[in-house]
């Protein structure tokens, strides 16, 4: 197996193949002598120079196509300096937060599209509220919990519509349901804590609503 030639010397080896096959082509179309035909010895041969141009022109041809059959090899430690640990550019961003769950967008008084699955749920801190629209899809909200807490409410505005709302716990499990037909109105629901780090509370279309979270006391 051939083994890796580091890129200056590959270089090189380039540079003689082209040079030996400009020599060929000249060879190759150089004008004969008036006396007769240019002849050439190579290796105890003879050859017109028209023959050994072809010779010269294949081993310059040869050097040149090296890249194809001889793999480059990178100088020892890629370039970097000795110890550097090697970082791709396109490295993820850190998956999950310091409480555990996973990284979402927060909702900062409003729902951050897109936030229409459980896995792409807006992160809303329970005793914060947050208002949307769903009109196409569902809206998600992901609400991490204090261990020490042992109920929360959850409270739904229809501010148009018909507001459908499932609360679950993080391994998916319903916990409980509102249903809100009347615009401005408000319902609230209590929600026992299953002792999961989170419940996520899903407001299917269509409607405008407001969300409002709090422990229960």
Do not use: H
């Not at 490295?91 to 008084?109: H, K, T």
């Not at 929360?152 to 148009?160: D, P």
């Amino acid at each position: 197996m051939l083994q890796g030639l580091e890129s200056s010397r590959l270089l090189l080896l380039m540079s003689f193949g082209a040079l030996c096959a400009l020599a060929g082509l000249f060879l190759l179309f150089r004008p004969p002598k008036v006396e007769g035909e240019t002849r050439l010895e190579l290796l105890g041969m003879k050859f017109n120079a028209a023959s050994g141009g072809v010779i010269v022109f294949l081993i310059g041809a040869a050097f040149l196509a090296a890249p194809i059959f001889v793999p480059e090899r990178s100088a020892p430690g890629g370039g970097r300096a000795a110890g550097a640990a090697s970082k791709s550019p396109y490295a993820p961003v850190a998956s999950v937060a310091p409480d555990g769950l996973p990284v979402r967008q927060r909702a900062e008084g409003r729902e951050v599209e897109p936030n229409d699955s459980f896995d792409a749920a807006n992160r809303l801190e329970v005793g914060k509220s947050a208002s949307g629209t769903t009109r196409d899809s569902e809206d998600w909200f992901i609400l991490p919990l204090n261990a020490e807490e042992t109920k929360l409410e959850i409270s739904v505005r229809n501010n148009g519509g018909s507001c459908f709302v499932t609360v679950y716990s993080s391994d998916e499990k319903q916990l409980t349901g509102l249903t809100i037909l009347s615009a401005n109105t408000k319902t609230t629901e209590e929600v026992v804590l299953p002792g999961s780090a989170a419940v996520l509370v899903q407001i299917r279309p269509t409607c405008d609503y407001e969300l409002f979270t709090a422990y229960a006391g």
